[in-house]
């Protein structure tokens, strides 16, 4: 194609062409190819989305020209969202550092923490909220910034998802009150409750996972494959919240398109499945009297999938 000239509007829409006919997949922050094509140009050259619209066209140095089309064809030719490419993503309005350690913040649980889990919960009362699998820290650090008097516990499996964490923590001036564990799940939180706790855990059933977009196979499989059908991990945290959350406390947990197979799983189970003004689906909502009352089936369905998986 031929080469734009050196302004940003003109880059942006040369972008977005590109990516066009090269058929790129979206989805990581955002769902078109003029705002792809825009975020990296506008981060490349570092213009403020609050800037006026006559910046756009101001002239680029041919330095700073150079970087934008290389990094516009770089996103063409490997494949990699463009989070990756600039090292960061925006969530809650904020930026975080992230590479392919961990997932491109994507949550609509930004929208609950904005809102302070209200009508859920009394805001005011909240000391100590666990984000459960925390990847880049992102809704860790979000939480600890909605609720200012609590301590946030941010666990994850993920040595190298912590290391990124822990980067966005001193980013972001909160790691006295954010603490990084590295758990497989429950297991190191031993005799800790919660008035929160919250997770984005995987979802996405394997033989799905190996038909994703390219885009999404820049992303550590482990942050996003749950075993056949995407239910591996929130069975066990339906297994085992009930333990770690105080007497009036909420569970949070986004399970995206696996919403119908985890309501079939457990059919008598009362979830309450939040909406969101700013798009967004499966995330649903637990109080510790629910999780406590179905206790008896979250242990059935955990026991009775581990012995399926062990004979098959």
């Given at each position: ?70 990094l ?9 969202p ?43 009362r ?18 600890a ?40 799940l ?103 009297a ?23």
């Amino acid at each position: 194609m031929i080469r734009p000239e050196k302004t940003a509007r003109a880059l942006i829409q040369w972008g977005a062409d590109c990516f066009d006919k090269a058929g790129l997949v979206y989805g990581h922050g955002t769902d078109n190819a003029l705002d792809e094509a825009a975020s990296l140009v506008l981060h490349t050259l570092e213009i403020g989305y609050d800037q006026p619209d006559a910046v756009l066209d101001r002239k680029v140095g041919e330095t700073d020209y150079a970087r934008v089309v290389r990094l516009l064809e770089q996103r063409v030719n490997t494949r990699k969202p463009a989070a990756y490419l600039v090292d960061e993503a925006w969530f809650a309005g904020m930026p975080f550092y992230v590479d392919e350690r961990v997932l491109v913040p994507r949550s609509p649980i930004a929208e609950l923490l904005a809102a302070q889990f209200i009508p859920w919960i009394d805001p005011y009362r909240v000391s100590r909220l666990l984000d459960m699998g925390t990847g880049s820290g992102c809704i860790a650090i979000a939480c600890a910034l909605a609720f200012p008097r609590a301590q946030v516990d941010a666990a994850d499996v993920s040595g190298d998802a912590l290391d990124v964490a822990r980067i966005n923590t001193a980013r972001h001036d909160v790691h006295g009150r954010v603490n990084l564990i590295e758990s497989d799940l429950f297991s190191a939180l031993a005799g800790r409750t919660y008035d929160i706790i919250v997770s984005n855990p995987p979802y996405v059933p394997r033989e799905e996972a190996a038909q994703l977009a390219d885009e999404y196979q820049h992303e550590p499989a482990s942050g996003l494959i749950a075993g056949e059908d995407g239910l591996d991990i929130v069975v066990r945290i339906l297994k085992d919240a009930a333990r770690y959350l105080a007497s009036d406390g909420i569970l949070v947990v986004e399970v995206g398109y696996t919403q119908a197979a985890l309501q079939a799983q457990y059919p008598e189970v009362p979830f309450i499945w939040l909406d969101f003004e700013n798009g967004g689906e499966g995330v649903c909502l637990l109080e510790a009297a629910q999780l406590a009352q179905y206790q008896k089936t979250f242990d059935r369905v955990a026991q009775q999938r581990r012995t399926a998986n062990m004979t098959g």
